[in-house]
């Protein structure tokens, strides 16, 4: 049972545009998002996050919008930079599973130079 | 300030068999996490240690299991290993209640299977 799906396994962006990742979630009751990056051989690090009582949260070059209508989510990076290739994980959770996070399958994005 | 450690970083066993895996949280911490992320997966959640007691567990067997000693380091055991436990076991700190943003990972430990 996939609560939160990354339909895209990978992203290939040119420097300089905007990269769009995506994630969709079924689980109504996941009130809190967020995205971590993960390069090779590290762990993930958080990049954003965003609550269900907001639908955008904006921190410098990321922004993560959210639609519960849709119960979907997306990061945007503006500019891409080649430095943001890597696996980009969203994750999902809400107030009784405390910090236990629901992740999704990833999306590889490569940022061409 | 050093942050998440787990040991060993590579690990090679076969089936059948039993591994430890350990961690050591970020200074400050006092919960771990523990994840299993399978290739080409994400990371799933596996139980969570606070005040030297499983709190959360999510949906693996009795074979998965662990400790936290005293001074908040964690042990995560499996037994009678299985190919398909083949995966990066990831090992995730916070303190107490946190925001999930505060939670931290380490590098992971890889481990295979044979």
């Known amino acids: 049972d996939q609560q939160v799906k990354q339909n895209s396994p990978s992203l290939s962006v040119q420097e300089g545009r905007i990269s769009i990742l995506n994630c969709d979630y079924t689980n109504s009751m996941f009130d809190y998002f967020l995205w971590y990056k993960k390069y090779p051989a590290e762990g993930p690090t958080f990049l954003i996050s965003i609550s269900s009582i907001k639908d955008k949260n904006e921190d410098g070059r990321f922004t993560v919008f959210l639609n519960k209508s849709a119960k979907h989510l997306s990061l945007h990076i503006v500019p891409s930079q080649p430095g943001d290739s890597a696996v980009y994980f969203c994750a999902a959770s809400y107030m009784e599973y405390g910090n236990k996070l629901v992740f999704g399958a990833g999306t590889i994005l490569r940022v061409k130079s | 300030d050093a942050g998440v450690t787990q040991s060993p970083t590579h690990l090679i066993k076969t089936r059948g068999q039993q591994v430890t895996l350990r961690c050591s949280p970020k200074s400050g911490h006092d919960t771990v996490s523990w994840y299993q992320q399978a290739l080409g997966q994400g990371p799933q959640f596996i139980f969570q240690y606070y005040e030297e007691e499983e709190r959360q567990r999510g949906n693996f067997p009795d074979r998965f299991s662990g400790h936290q000693f005293p001074n908040y380091s964690s042990e995560l055991n499996v037994n009678a290993l299985l190919l398909g436990d083949s995966a990066l076991y990831l090992c995730?700190?916070?303190?107490?209640?946190?925001?999930?943003?505060?939670?931290?990972f380490g590098s992971g430990t890889q481990l295979s299977v044979l």
């Open positions: 995730a700190s916070s303190f107490g209640d946190e925001l999930n943003e505060k939670l931290f």
